[in-house]
T-cell receptor, first 114, second 111 residues
Framework: KQEVTQIPAALSVPEGENLVLNCSFT??????LQWFRQDPGKGLTSLLL?????REQTSGRLNASLDKSSGRSTLYIAASQPGDSATYLC?????????????FGTGTLLAVQP | EPEVTQTPSHQVTQMGQEVILRCVPI?????FYWYRQILGQKVEFLVS????????KSEIFDDQFSVERPDGSNFTLKIRSTKLEDSAMYFC?????????FGSGTRLTVV
């Protein structure tokens, strides 16, 4: 059974710092991996999608990497800003079952202090 | 940018009542999903829908739940007789090759 774990559960950094969020998954049979941002009480905003054949994706200050064989992904945020404060969710699109459903981690709650 | 739209944003219902949560997925997407998130817990898969039928459902999606795509644009989740433990945020999503797009969710509170 695919399990997705995110560490740390919470992180507080001063503005301007670079930071890394970690995601690990137990079964490497994935179609892709997607990072989302969730603001309190709100929906899920897609940040980056990495296909299983890719090693990384970049969007602005965000860079996501994928090492499928070791079951790991990282989300790197450069020059963090208070507006980056949110919960970051990693989800793997698992190969298996009739459809490729997303299996989510528990998230990392990020607070960027001004 | 295309969006997935969900209504209502918040619904309060009495235990035992039926609720219908509504979603308008992105028009050219073919796969549709419902997920839920109980407060403080992971986002969980409920059901996927393709070609006008359920393609997969989780163990959470019991006989109390049903989904429909009544008119080619709306996608609904019905809970027949709500329980307190159905209180959660319910997310609709649709999928294309570039990944999932989620709606902003419906917060369901069962009292």
């Amino acid at each position: 059974k695919q399990e997705v774990t995110q560490i740390p559960a919470a992180l507080s950094v001063p503005e301007g710092e670079n930071l890394v969020l970690n995601c690990s998954f137990t079964d490497s049979a994935i179609y892709n991996l997607q990072w989302f941002r969730q603001d309190p009480g709100k929906g899920l905003t897609s940040l980056l999608l990495i296909q299983s054949s890719q090693r990384e994706q970049t969007s602005g200050r965000l860079n996501a990497s994928l090492d499928k064989s070791s079951g790991r992904s990282t989300l790197y945020i450069a020059a963090s800003q208070p507006g980056d404060s949110a919960t970051y969710l990693c989800a793997v699109n698992h190969l298996g079952g009739a459809t490729n459903k997303l299996i989510f981690g528990t998230g990392t709650l990020l607070a960027v202090q001004p | 940018e295309p969006e997935v739209t969900q209504t209502p944003s918040h619904q309060v219902t009495q235990m035992g009542q039926e609720v219908i949560l509504r979603c308008v997925p992105i028009s050219n997407h073919l796969y549709f999903y419902w997920y839920r998130q109980i407060l403080g817990q992971k986002v969980e898969f409920l059901v996927s829908f393709y070609n006008n039928e359920i393609s997969e459902k989780s163990e959470i999606f019991d006989d109390q739940f049903s989904v429909e795509r009544p008119d080619g644009s709306n996608f609904t989740l019905k809970i027949r007789s709500t329980k307190l433990e159905d209180s959660a945020m319910y997310f609709c999503a649709s999928k294309a090759s570039y990944g999932y797009t989620f709606g902003s969710g419906t917060r369901l509170t069962v009292v």
